[in-house]
């Protein structure tokens, strides 16, 4: 955009930057290249006047959101295709590629799980046969899909799940039921009237013997008339905090027969006559799940980058109040305590961003072992994925929520887009696995690990610090970043020991374990977040570091003062933890704060350019406060004048309910 459109404090704050901002955004990117597909990319579909809404999609009814999200996406998934017919589709390498659907729906996609789950399961869990029958239809939209696993009265506890799969050998034939109302699969984007095609995750029944949760491949809609097919019942969950064109559904079976070869079947089998095969490792049936969490850190970061562009521009357009007499009105951005409600968020969306490829590549890794028989890695990945969805997705929360604090009242009004993206982000801390369950799943690691430490075993990676820090003593302090995440690793060790200990402690005569561990669960939750605290803050200040050697001297300055700012600010959150386990002082932790406070400063001159590196284009910010050019009182009012109330000087309540309540009040 010409400079010349902007408005003066957005041009003032682009010019005092200290780095180059087309370097942050390859960097974000993953290369040059990857910016100028990603930029192809958003030009070919914004460009395209059939996504254009003349009325905002906040004010259509339930109905018409989801009607004009399909048609949209529609639109959208036929760019797509005719963009990707000569080029490779890496939809499921992390990548900011086709975050461009934001922009073409403000809110969810009804497709979101059918490219983020269904699929995903298709290629992960089918065998050769399968994959080569099902994903080439499922990947050019032949069929549409979803991820049915959550039910009405079970979602994170998945041996619990109640929808049954009775293998029939006279038909070779599974029977689907779902023998309650309990039972019904309940939550799955898209299922409602979307999908034609489901994975459904349930019971498995053969010969008589149970076997536990196993997916299989369902069609649940005629493809010709989308008309559901006889024992099946769909329908639609309602309106939600968010997510409100996800066209999540319900789904019920009623003795409905699939094929037996309908079961996916890369890891376990059932035979012909019944027999089953059992796969080499049970875990290996979450293998989706685990890829979508991991996922779901990328999507944090960029649901944070989205809040943090539109955040932190506000803040250099807004001017109010005086801080000293005869003085004009500030930028809301210069005032300290703006700055630490924005600073983090921006630091945070990077830290996500930089783990979560960490992550990734040790996904990869685990995958590939996997794929060479060697599954020694898994727990330790499961238990990883664990806890940095739960605490990531956890924090984004509270970080968005601050974003949309530090915009006053204009925050509150959905043409921010902020209570939009708000609500995309709180829905992450309950889906595919709800906060304290992960947590608990993560402690159960962390307990098989300090039972490690006591036999002196050698230690997988990520918990090798608890044998270093085993010892009760309290580790000494240094106020450096090395010194920051030795505390933290302090920490973490000594609530794995606490927790540890409690478990034992209730461990009484005729005391199940079961019910120590319910009793020690407090405990256990804290360890796991204190785990992933010295998670996050290690290995985020290690890429930061290694990233900063990549780029010039400016721009790496900038990645370490984020980094260090993400750090010092944690320690101040958690200095009771520290103080616990570390030798800091009141002392140690004034000059914390000093730190921190200098930070701020060391960022603020060049806060609009950081949040320019994220590129996010106008559309896809969707947002009257955070558009490039800075115009937010023209937008806002040019937004609010798009209100269906607007379009008449006299709305007909007045002479129906107003003007009579009036003329009653006379008499």
Known sequence: ??????????????????????????????????????????NVVCTDPRIKDVVPEEYLSHKERYENAIRKNCILQEILKKYTEKRTWDNFRPSNKYRISSGVVKDISPFMLHTGMFIPTLVNQSDDEQKAKWVPKAMSMEIIGTYAQTELGHGSFIRGLETTATYDPNTEEFVLNTPNLTSYKWWPGGLAHTANHCIVVAQLYSKGQHYGVHPFFVQIRDIETHVPLPGIKVGEIGPKLGFQTANNGFLGFENFRIPRRNMLMKNAQVLKDGTYIKSKNDKLTYGTMVFVRVIILFDLAFELSRAATIAVRYSAVRHQSQLKANEPELQIIDYVTQQHKLFIGVSTSHVFRVVGLWLWNTYVKVNADIGKGNMDQLPELHALACCLKAVCSRDAAARVEEFRLACGGHGFMTSSNLPIINGIVSASITYEGEFSVLMLQTARFLMKAWNGVLARKTLTPTVSYLSKFSNSDRVQWANTTAGIISGFQAAAAGKTKEAYAAIQSYLKPGTDYEDAWNSASVQLVSASEAHCRAILCEISWSEMQRLSKTVSPNLGKVLLELAELYLTYWSLEKRGDLLMYTTISTADIAKLQARYEELLALIRPNAVGIVDGFDIRDEILNSTLGAYDGRVYERLMEEAKKSPLNAEPVNESFHKYIKPLMLKAKL
Do not use: P, S
């Not at 930057?17 to 942050?24: A, G, I, P, R, Y």
């Not at 040059?32 to 597909?37: D, G, K, L, R, Y």
């Open 1 to 42: 955009m010409a400079e010349h459109n902007v408005c003066v404090e957005l041009v003032r704050e682009r010019q005092k930057c200290t780095f180059e901002v087309q370097e942050l955004i390859h960097l974000i990117d993953g290369g040059i290249t990857a910016t100028e597909e990603r930029r192809e990319v958003e």
